[in-house]
């Protein structure tokens, strides 16, 4: 089962996730290192001071990747190790620190995959209302001309955004990723602000007539509906609305989904604070889609559900796991057939844009057995059936270029802290000794021959 020609496999990591020295040359902190310190936020109250230690492990990381045969690795930049206060002066040193990774990437034949933003928001702008404040947009647009007129000789790929769902809900409706804020308007108001910043960045890169290849990356899930009863079906819609189609419309329609809008407008939530202008500014055309997809969502109407921590609660939606699904160490139902429906529905309804997979991967329970090694067998046969769905979705005429594994190395998981692994390495985290799992030695494989055996 061959890929095209030219397809680029790579690997995926986040800048707060592996990098550590959070308190180094000139970084300042951000909304995951206030966050990270707040009591009761992350697991056992983990921290990404260290992390992976990857700041200060570069070459070695390099090597990893060479050795695994990588054709692209897909990385981020901290916000606030390049302007500590997310406006004014550009700190060198950790402008410095990137170049040296492009170039060793550059070195090793490893196309560099570059995010601008990974979540990491500078704490000074969180000060000032963050996403919430439209003036973030522009200080984004600011930050991302200064680091594309730094390395866009050298990186051809360029996300704007990471998961803006995520960004918006988790972190501002929902309550569960920094800044920890749990207000729906609050997360309609991130949205907006954050997509602009988008389009904002995309206009600033476009303006100095370079030719790379501009995208943003977004997390999306089909929505089924857990019973065959319309006020299901009803549910999966505005969850479908919340997830996918809220960033999907704006930036390949220029329009916000009416439907979602008006219902938070009927329970008092103010809309997207628009303004003339915004949309089509969202709207300014992306080179390629980064597709980051784990699993479907199945949801259950529930109109008794108060708002709360849980995704979509504010929807009156519970989210359920079929009790016959296969789960991964996240809870999180294995389900390759929704990366195919997904991909497809992207193609037949907005406009067959190019598209990477740029994030997907399996939690696993990883562990070092007696002889050193680390056999993950699970994550291997998850990999296997997603890169089969999207070699099915190719098949149906899917413009997908290129694979990007989460994660090349275990890390902080976010609210999880260290007590998941997505990695391809292993990490030890007291010693930060890498071990490269079974997965990595397959994947190489993977890479090697561009396909998969039938």
Known sequence: MHFRDGFLWG????????????????????????????PGKVLHGDTGDIACGHYHRLEEDLDLMADLGLQAYRFSVAWPRIQPDGSGAVNQRGLDFY???????????????????????????????????RETSERFADYAGIVYEALSASVGFWITLNEPWVAAWLGH????????????????????????????????????????QLGVTMNLHPALPGRDRDADREAARCVDGQANRLYLDPVFRGSYPEDLISFYENRGVNPPPVRDGDLETISIPVDFLGVNYYFRHTVRDAPDQEPSQEPFSDLAVRGIVPHAAEKTAMGWPVDPEGLTQMLVRIKEEYGDPPIYVTENGRAVHDYVDPEGGVDDEERISYLDAHFRAAHAAMERGVDLRGYMVWSLLDNFEWAEGYSKRFGLVYVDYPTGKRIPKASAGWYAGVIRDNGLET
């Open 11 to 38: 690997a995926a990591t986040a800048s707060y996730q592996i990098e550590g020295a959070v308190n180094e040359d000139g970084r300042a902190p951000s909304i995951w290192d206030t966050f990270s310190h707040t």
């Open 99 to 133: 170049r040296r990774l492009v170039d060793g990437l550059r070195e090793r034949s490893i196309e560099p995959m570059l995010t601008l933003y990974h979540w990491d928001l500078p704490q000074a702008l969180e000060d000032t209302g963050g996403w919430t404040n």
């Open 173 to 212: 409706g929902y309550g569960l990723h920094a800044p920890g804020h749990r207000e729906s308007g609050k997360a309609l108001a991130a949205t907006h602000h954050l997509l602009l910043g988008h389009g904002l960045a995309m206009r600033a890169m476009r303006e100095t007539g370079r030719d790379n």
